[in-house]
């Protein structure tokens, strides 16, 4: 849904920019592409990556009052097809003037929404992959689904400095059949986005059809249980939350909700009251980059791995989320605005669904001598957003807990990737979930960037493990082990992964603030289902998203660090992000500490992912310890309900 811009020429902050932090409106990113497009003179076949706000300096926004001006700045990213070159700029809102304008050489955008469209036209047009169906009896090239990919970095001389993408084709049978039963195996299109030619067309030969369909949808489903009540969630007296704008009161809770194309949803300037005050916690939290790496050697899918934002941008393929099916409840969304690949505003409505969720008991106690009982409910708020890319949906759902804990749960979902194999052969490197159809084993790294302000900018992190004490004078009788908490101080002692054996977790704490107990407040993260990589050390993949050989990172704040996979994965031939970021080794004790967790998930696929995967979960949690000086949810009321309180 483009908004027209047509005729808007005065350039105005709106009254809705209350906030250094609020996301660009629909009139500054129109402001934006359209300054830069007049005063670089660019012609009609640029395309824009990325057009949002500049975020001001940490300073800025940590002072800053209501009523205070406010200077926006845009930061914009320019692929110009004609030249083949990527440019970035920096366009005052405020002056109207373009303030940097830099080339950078040797880096391939985001493969842009439009570009896939194109690029299918593109293919299904070409008269050699025409004849390459016709060789597989499909004489209707509309009815095939062509899904760019990344050609990544494979250190091929003749694909150096393009622009491409491999084409995966699935075949549909109708408009509104899932492709994805039918892969067209063993052919594939290699696109330049550049030019959109098709620049060659590999055909490893011929591998039927699979021969059923996969269809999920209702109108293919015929009967459905017919068992179910209804189930209302109903909130008489409305939700327990406030939203001014973009910002959220939640009970003790403080946040802001931010958006940007290539990350999703992005948390800002989390806090908890207490103390009379808004005790911060994090500063900024978002999905840092992303991989899926697939494990099948074979000619035309060793090339299979998907970096989902830094390669698609995950932010622009949100869904808009409707109510009642993705959201249940008392509903407060968000849109989103992103910018489209000709610089006009597009809007995503309902690109960010909050509600608040009863989340079973809080906490319980009966005391058998007396027959008292105390029980609490716990609720939870829930700020949410689901992408689709490609065959695959990812939600990402930030839970804020009474008690300070805070979650991360990934939901992945959608249609498992898919390859034909011939009739009779049992793959090695997949399921077969269907005749004939082999879903690849694959896994699904993401990394999420924590700018943690744990009561305050300064804070270090420590690892801690239970460790058992030896036997001997301090363990006469074999029983005992303890916690033992060793600091991070550098960026390469900070490189960690999981150690479930040991109950590992990292704790963030303040390096001046402590609780009544005299212990430093702070808060864990706590990890949850992790896996590494398979891939080799010295394969592609690895090279290029670095990140997921570790499950922790920690660096010093660096407002030029935000992606795990560094500011242009796609194509990159590697080394970039934190491997990058961390290679000097820099202090991380008694500073402003970034931490990048790496959560993998591990996807042997099922049968019962066919044709459509219920969701799986995976993810962690952030968890106050000594942030409190005591339980935090006392004061939480019995509820009181149809049979009397809570409490007796
Ligand atoms: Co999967």
């Not at 205070?68 to 320019?78: E, M």
């Amino acid at each position: 849904m483009a908004i027209s811009t047509e005729g808007r020429s005065d350039i105005t902050i709106l009254p809705s920019v209350s906030h250094p932090l609020d996301p660009l409106s629909a009139e500054e990113i129109s402001a934006a592409s359209s300054i830069v497009k007049t005063q670089r003179q660019l012609g009609p076949r640029v395309r824009f990556e990325t057009i949002v706000l500049l975020e001001p300096p940490k300073d800025t926004v940590l002072n800053f009052h209501p009523g205070d001006s406010i200077r926006r700045n845009a930061f914009i990213v320019i692929l110009d097809n004609d030249v083949q070159s990527t440019y970035e700029a920096v366009v005052s809102l405020d002056e109207e003037r373009v303030l940097s304008w830099q080339h950078i050489p040797g880096v391939q955008p985001r493969v842009m929404f439009d570009e896939f469209a194109e690029c299918e036209a593109a293919v299904q047009a070409h008269p050699e992959f025409q004849a390459a169906l016709r060789k597989r009896g499909i004489n209707d090239p509309r009815l095939v689904m062509v899904d760019p990919w990344s050609a990544g970095d494979y250190g091929f001389d003749e694909e150096k400095g393009r622009r491409l993408v491999l084409a995966r084709c699935f075949v549909r049978s109708s408009a509104t059949d899932n492709g994805y039963a039918r892969p067209l195996e063993g052919v594939t299109a290699v696109v330049d986005l550049n030019t959109m030619e098709v620049v060659r067309i590999d055909d490893y030969g011929l591998v039927p059809l699979p021969p059923t369909d996969g269809n999920y949808a209702a109108e293919f489903v015929g009967e459905f249980r017919n068992d179910l009540k209804p189930l209302e969630i109903t909130q008489p007296e409305g939700p327990s939350f406030q939203v001014d704008g973009q910002y959220v009161t939640w009970q003790k809770w403080h946040m802001r909700i931010g958006f940007t194309p290539r990350e999703g949803l992005v948390i800002y300037t989390v806090g908890y009251e207490g103390q009379g005050r808004v005790r911060p916690v994090l500063y900024r939290a978002a999905l840092s980059d992303m991989v899926v790496p697939y494990g099948d050697p074979s000619k035309d899918h060793y090339r299979k791995n998907a970096f989902d934002a830094g390669e698609y941008g995950i932010g622009s393929l949100t869904n808009s989320l409707s109510l009642g099916c993705d959201c249940l409840g008392e509903i407060h969304y968000f849109d989103a605005l992103v910018n489209s690949g000709r610089g006009d505003p597009f809007t995503i409505p309902n690109a960010v669904c909050m509600h608040e969720e009863d989340y079973g008991i809080l906490w319980k106690h009966s005391d058998w001598r007396t027959g008292q009982t105390e029980v609490r409910r716990s609720r939870r708020l829930v700020v949410s957003s689901i992408a689709t890319v490609g065959n695959y949906e990812y939600g990402f759902f930030w839970y804020f807990y009474q008690d300070g804990t805070i979650q991360m749960e990934i939901k992945l979902t959608g249609i498992v990737n898919t390859a034909a194999v011939p009739a009779g052969e049992t793959p090695q490197y997949g399921t077969l979930v269907a005749p004939q159809l082999n879903a690849h084993i694959h896994q699904h790294f993401f990394n999420f960037r924590l700018d943690m302000s744990v009561d305050g900018e300064s804070n270090s992190v420590y690892e801690v493990n239970t460790v058992a004490e030896p036997p001997g004078q301090d363990n006469p009788h074999g029983n005992a082990f303890y916690a033992k908490a060793t600091p991070l101080k550098s960026e390469l002692e900070a490189q960690r992964i999981i150690d479930p054996m040991s109950g590992r977790y990292w704790l963030v704490s303040s390096a001046s603030t402590k609780n009544a107990l005299g212990q430093p407040v702070a808060y864990k993260l706590m990890p949850g289902e992790n896996i590494l990589p398979f891939a080799h050390p010295d394969a592609s993949v690895i090279k290029r998203a670095g990140f997921m050989t570790k499950h922790l990172w920690v660096t010093p704040y660096d407002p030029d660090e935000i992606t795990a996979t560094g500011k242009y994965p796609n194509q990159h031939p590697g080394g970039a992000g934190l491997p990058e970021y961390t290679k000097n080794d820099r202090n991380v004790e008694n500073t402003d500490v970034v931490l990048w967790y790496t959560v993998g998930y591990h996807h042997v696929p099922r049968p019962e992912d066919w044709p459509i995967s219920p969701v799986a979960y995976c993810g962690f949690h952030l968890k106050p310890v000594g942030f409190f000086d005591t339980n935090p949810v006392l004061d939480v009321p019995p509820s009181t309900h149809h049979n009397g309180a809570c409490h007796s």
